[in-house]
């Protein structure tokens, strides 16, 4: 409960609505009902229809990232790891290329 009170109303209802809602509330199981909530979410409540949009998007969210004049080292780093955890969510996998690391270290 303490999880979907975190949720606005519109998510509330998609939560609500899933199939598994009422067996997943019963055992009390929170982490499969955060896993839904990540997944309405992450994908914009579309269902995956958008899923490669959404993965672009996030991904130039990672990548355009800048920290603000006055914006604590910490809050920035919150950030970044807020849309790289998003970013994970949707199945990016993101890594340096072979030969980009070479090319740097050269």
């Known amino acids: 409960m303490v999880i ?3 949720c606005d109303s519109e998510v509330k209802n998609q939560v609500k609505g899933l199939p598994n809602y009422k067996e997943c509330d019963k055992k009390l199981d929170s982490m499969s009902v955060l896993k839904e909530i990540k997944k309405i979410v992450y994908t914009g409540g579309s269902n995956n229809q958008h ?5 672009a998007r996030a ?4 990548m355009d990232i800048r920290q ?5 080292i910490q809050d920035f780093r919150d950030q970044y790891l807020a849309i790289y ?13 072979n030969d980009d690391a070479k090319a740097i270290l050269k």
């Open 51 to 55: 899923a490669k949009y959404n993965k």
């Open 68 to 72: 603000d004049k006055h914006q604590d």
């Open 59 to 62: 991904l130039m969210n990672l």
């Open 4 to 6: 979907i009170a975190l």
């Open 85 to 97: 955890k998003v970013c994970k969510e949707l199945g990016l996998k993101i890594r340096r290329c």
